[in-house]
């Protein structure tokens, strides 16, 4: 029956062509998966890329990274408080604060120190204290230190047009001050100012422009016999004298002393902080 052969035929065809039809769809498939999972790699690789100081690439080797991506401190690289557990006293003796550990939260990416107004005691080496504010300090003492490397922070400053508080990221040695401090950057008279403390004083600068209410990034590449400052990736000052060598481990706090040493007093207020990394070569 030539009716019966040309239907046949026809089916035939069909299921051929619907073979080949989902063998070319598969194929394909499989060649958008493959490109799919190629740059998925290469997205994936950029992603775990290194960081590298801003506006200072170079072979840096990253030996401390908190990027504060958690719900809560990490205790393995940081304490609260000043020489102490619990409610501690403030470090030195002519800040209006103490430090609580209840002011230090981490969440949404960041690193939150929170200065409020209230009447608290605290212990200090010289006995109990009375302070009318309440602040957050964290360090790595005991838990992370280092001698000569790249020293980073992003951090939001507390206040508007001028840095309010005394707010500070820095590192110091054991035995101050002949093991040196060194002060990346700290809110004196409202602006973003730099130091370096040796036994014979404390040279630096403090920086005209705007850092508050804002983010920036602040950096100090400390070498031997040197420390050059870089605020948003431009330098802005250098030491060359009285450079110690003592490992130093970091401090981040929010403090408040008097308008005329600090920036103007506003409570309540937060100092945050996105990350902090050291780099060395």
Known sequence: DAGADARA???????????????????????LGAVALL???VAVGRGHTAPEPVGRPGNWHLIF?????????DRSKWSTGWYGSGITGPVNPSEAQCYDP????????????????????????????TRPYVSGIVTTNGRFAFTHGYLEARV?????RAIADWPAVWAVGHNWPSGGELDVVEGLGGQACWH????????????RRGFAGGWHTFGANWRNGVVTWYYDGTKVGSVTS?????????????????????GPILVPETLRIDYVRVWQH
């Open 9 to 31: 035929t026809v089916a035939g065809c069909e299921r051929s062509c619907v073979r080949l039809s989902a063998r070319t769809r598969i194929a394909r498939s499989a060649a």
């Open 39 to 41: 740059l998925l790699v």
């Open 65 to 73: 990274d908190d990027e504060f991506g958690g719900s809560r401190l």
């Open 102 to 129: 209840a002011q230090v939260t981490v969440g949404q990416g960041q690193l939150d120190l929170q200065l409020v107004s209230r009447t608290v005691r605290c212990s200090t080496n010289s006995g109990q204290i």
């Open 156 to 160: 939001w400053m507390p206040g508007t």
């Open 196 to 207: 370096f403390h040796d036994p014979s004083g404390a040279p630096g600068g403090c920086s």
């Open 242 to 262: 009285g450079i110690t060598s003592d490992p130093m481990y970091l401090v981040l706090g929010l403090d408040v002393r008097d308008a005329s040493y600090g």
